[in-house]
């Protein structure tokens, strides 16, 4: 017992567990947003020598150094994320692998900060310096955790189409989150620098970097205790298994077996962590008082009239290949109506809205909505305009609660990196997006399970959580992209009231349908898509008696056309 608890009484055992916090948060703040990054052990070399360099060459305090060597990480994190985090998938843990050999080459041959001998003689920081910035930095996080960037953090990382789809900007989201990872293992550098006296640039390799990568992983990634965990395991575990001398490695190579076939989520797991906050919140839940239900809120100009323009798509193209998926396409869209889009499948019906979104660039065309050229724009900056859309294959947050999942579709409508940074100054705003999440959710039908996982709705539900997601941002135009498929004909006319409904207070939708009785029933004027071409457009009645529409199409009837 009493050598399980000595490694707790070693100071330089609680300072290096204050400094792996700070790192493995550093790195969690990256992993959230879906990115993997191997160099965080570069920033912490750039905040250990830019602390160092400041308090040493220059002779500065302890307080201005760690925040020279802080600020210095996260404008390096900016400079390398920003170029980087534009695109997707491994180029980040790429890319800061070579980020890791670039500094470690340039602090070999930088005469000035000590070559290959590194820098000595920093002193200074004190077990309570280091747990004081620990603890802030964690109170901080706990209450960031709740926030609505983290909540645009991992949505990025849960779904990058869907989060574009309600206005968020991926590298925007991911670089704030990577800068201020960057920024915590810098700080995380420069205390120890000033801890163990001396630096030199072999310090801070892959090794290091691993290191930290193996905090995160280790304790999980479902919410900041996970790095925690995990960075305290990993730094007292190598003392304690000192104690098992021969049989050390055996230990570490069985943990790492368990870990990876029974937990390969971490120790804390993202499932455990959420349902651990269902039950806090249906504690408050309960004695919250009800507040008086918003309706759901569109967006509307003063002057907007009915029946006016509000979509007009001219000469939309677009190939794939030698597949013409969009030939020509010029579609108007009217204020306060609902536009049915039919066809077979193939016909280019999803390729228009994708067009439309900014997913897929068009090859020639032009898509004005009012007077914004939507086809110049990208993705997150259409749906900024108003434009909402839902996908066919189905796009909630599977992981999210079904609250959580509106309330990121409230993104471009809130102040969220005030709220995230500065609440108090944000409270008014956060109260009204509050009740308008539990208006939303009773439009829909889904009040009552705000805190269910939105993976394990059924189908139905998941795209009526789809359509409260496009609502919450106050859109002005919805596209929704077959959201009866998979529904019973007693769900779809529930979808259909309440697409009326939303029609009724003026909202404009496109709707891409199969389900015939619903479209003819619902839809003020349809166009008809086929092989990319527009074939027929007009009222519901004249379109079903259009004999090419029948022939294309409606004739298909009788097989039934498959979703
Ligand atoms: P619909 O939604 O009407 O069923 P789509 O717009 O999905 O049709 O597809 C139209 C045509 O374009 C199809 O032939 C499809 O195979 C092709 N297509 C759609 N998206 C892509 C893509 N990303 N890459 C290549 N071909 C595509
Ligand atoms: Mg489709």
Not at 76 to 89: D, K, M
Not at 155 to 171: C, F, K, Q
Not at 430 to 453: D, F, H, N, S, Y
Request: hydrophobic share 50%; net charge positive; with cysteine.
């Amino acid at each position: 017992m009493e050598e399980l608890l000595a490694p707790f009484r070693s100071p330089d055992i609680q300072v290096t567990l204050g400094i792996n916090l700070l790192l493995a948060w550093g790195f969690y703040l990256t992993v959230v947003t879906g990115q993997l990054s191997l160099g965080h052990s570069a920033f912490m070399a750039i905040g250990a020598y830019g602390a160092s360099i400041l308090t040493i060459k220059y002779g500065l305090p302890l307080s201005v150094g760690l925040a020279g060597g802080t600020l210095a990480a996260c404008i390096a994190g900016i400079v390398v994320g920003l170029p980087v985090l534009r695109l997707s998938g491994m180029y980040l843990a790429i890319a800061t692998l070579a980020l890791v050999y670039i500094v470690t080459l340039i602090l070999e041959n930088w005469d000035f900060a000590g070559g290959r001998l590194g820098i000595s003689g920093m002193q200074g920081t004190s077990i309570w310096l280091v747990w004081t910035l620990v603890f802030v930095v964690g109170a901080f996080l706990s209450f960031f955790e709740r926030s609505r960037l983290m909540l645009a953090m991992r949505s990025a990382r849960e779904n990058g189409d869907a989060a574009r789809a309600i206005g968020m900007n991926l590298t925007a989201i991911r670089v704030s989150g990577f800068a201020a990872g960057a920024a915590l293992c810098g700080l995380g550098g420069g205390l120890w620098a000033h801890y163990i006296i001396f630096i030199d640039p072999y310090q801070f390799g892959l090794i290091k970097s691993f290191d930290i990568v193996l905090f995160v992983v280790m304790g999980g990634m479902g919410s900041f205790w996970g790095p925690v965990l995990g960075a305290g395991v990993m730094t007292i575990l190598p003392v304690w298994v000192r104690v098992l001398k021969d049989w050390r490695e055996v230990a570490f190579g069985i943990l790492l077996i368990v870990m990876m076939g029974f937990r390969p989520q971490g120790i804390i797991s993202p499932e455990w962590i959420a349902a651990r906050r269902r039950k806090r919140a249906a504690k408050k839940a309960g004695k919250a008082p009800d507040a008086s239900v918003l309706p759901v809120k569109l967006r509307r100009a003063a002057d907007a009239v009915d029946g006016e323009v509000l979509l007009e798509v001219q000469m939309l193209s677009k190939a794939f290949g030698g597949v013409r998926a969009l030939a020509d396409v010029s579609v108007q869209a009217r204020r306060g109506e609902i536009l049915g889009v039919i066809g077979p499948n193939g016909a280019g019906k999803s390729t228009f809205f994708n067009c439309l979104t900014g997913f897929i660039p068009p090859d020639s065309g032009a898509a004005l909505f009012g007077k914004t050229a939507l086809h110049t724009l990208p993705a997150h900056a259409i749906a900024r305009c108003g434009v909402r859309r839902t996908f066919q294959q189905g796009g909630v947050f599977g992981s999210f609660s079904v609250r959580n999942n509106v309330r990121a579709g409230q993104h471009a409508t809130m102040p969220v990196y005030r709220s995230s940074l500065l609440p108090f100054l944000a409270r008014k705003e956060e109260q009204e997006g509050e009740a308008r999440i539990r208006g939303i959710l009773e439009e829909v039908g889904l009040a009552g399970k705000e805190l269910v996982t939105a993976g394990s709705l059924s189908y139905g539900d998941q795209r009526r959580l789809e359509i409260a997601r496009a609502l919450a941002g106050n859109p002005e135009l919805l596209l929704l992209d077959e959201p009866a498929a998979g529904m019973n004909q007693t769900e779809a006319n529930g979808l259909a009231d309440l697409l009326r409904r939303l029609r009724d207070r003026g909202l404009t939708i496109v709707l891409i349908e199969h389900n015939m009785s619903m479209v003819m029933s619902l839809c003020d004027r349809i166009y008809v898509l086929d092989h990319g071409e527009i074939i027929a457009e007009g009222a519901p009645s004249d379109v079903a008696k259009n004999p090419a529409v029948i022939e294309a199409y409606l004739g298909d009837e009788a097989t039934g056309p498959t979703p």
